[in-house]
């Protein structure tokens, strides 16, 4: 690891962007990361899937936006940029900047990127979204004058109720421009073993997590026309093949835009 990574890691406690990275087979993770997914899987059922999943549904999301027009992209809660991350996804020529309020994944996001001039990693807390946006103007790689995709993937679990990420998800939708699009994907909290997957991040992680019901889900995208076919679980979101078990991911996925 480099030493900006080393400088800023905890190696005796859990975190969020490493335990997904370990589930995605990457490589930028600790034993402390990889015992936190292992008790995830033995609690929460195969925690490697879910995630997979999740990643999947980025895919073929960032593939439809592309099909679209989309060739700017806002990636907040992005963790550690991993194998098939939006770059990596999205058509030759488009921006991407990325975004997470965990200060180490953003160090090591820079480091990882540093020879594509068309990404970024910057640091940004979705509950004040202003300051987000203006972190990520910093860049100047986005005009928010003109249609960009913005992606919240299994970032609004971490952000409580009373944290108002309604809000801030309706104040990113009036800071982007008509064509714009949002993606979606949540925890859903009438599938999962809420209790069980709450407490196991409160003792063992650096963050805890809020799962949410399809209709909070839904209420997210308030503003948004929803695309079809909706809110649906993640593995059933245009799928390249149908799914065994769609609700086995345990996750909603959604794509809005705006009109």
């Known amino acids: 690891m480099s030493e900006r990574w080393a400088a800023g890691a905890d190696p005796g406690r859990a975190n969020v962007a ?5 589930l995605l087979g990457g490589s ?16 929460a059922g195969d925690a490697a899937m879910v995630v997979r999943a999740n990643r999947a549904f980025l895919r073929r999301a960032v593939r439809e936006l592309g099909e679209a027009g989309i060739r700017q992209f806002l990636d907040i809660g992005a963790g550690i940029p991993t194998v098939g991350n939006t770059h990596e996804v999205a058509p030759p020529g488009s921006k991407v900047v990325y975004v997470d309020y965990d200060p180490v994944a ?17 640091q940004g807390d979705l509950r004040e ?10 860049t100047d ?25 309604r809000e801030a998800v309706a104040h990113l939708r009036d800071a982007v421009a ?6 979606v994907s949540h925890g859903a909290g009438d599938a999962a073993p809420t209790d069980e997957v709450q407490d196991l991040y409160a003792k063992k992680a ?7 019901s399809r209709e909070q889900v839904a209420g997210f995208l308030d503003g948004w026309e929803v695309q079809p076919p909706g809110v ?15 609700a086995a991911s345990v996750m909603y996925g959604a794509m809005g835009r705006k009109s």
Request: no cysteine; net charge negative; glycine share 2%.
């Open 18 to 22: 490493r335990v997904y990275d370990f």
């Open 28 to 43: 930028h993770n600790f034993e402390v990361d990889r015992e936190m997914a292992r008790r995830m899987i033995a609690t």
């Open 106 to 122: 953003v160090a090591h996001a820079q480091v990882l990127l540093t020879e594509d001039p068309n990404t970024e990693a910057v």
């Open 129 to 138: 979204p202003d300051l987000l946006l203006r972190m990520a103007e910093t």
């Open 141 to 165: 790689l986005l005009d928010f004058g003109q249609p960009v995709a913005i992606l919240l993937l299994a970032v609004l679990p971490f952000v409580k109720d009373e944290e108002r990420p």
């Open 178 to 183: 008509p064509g714009s699009f949002l993606v």
């Open 206 to 212: 650096t963050s805890t997590i809020t799962l949410r």
């Open 232 to 246: 649906v679980w993640l593995s059933a979101w245009r799928p390249d093949e149908e799914p065994k078990d769609a």
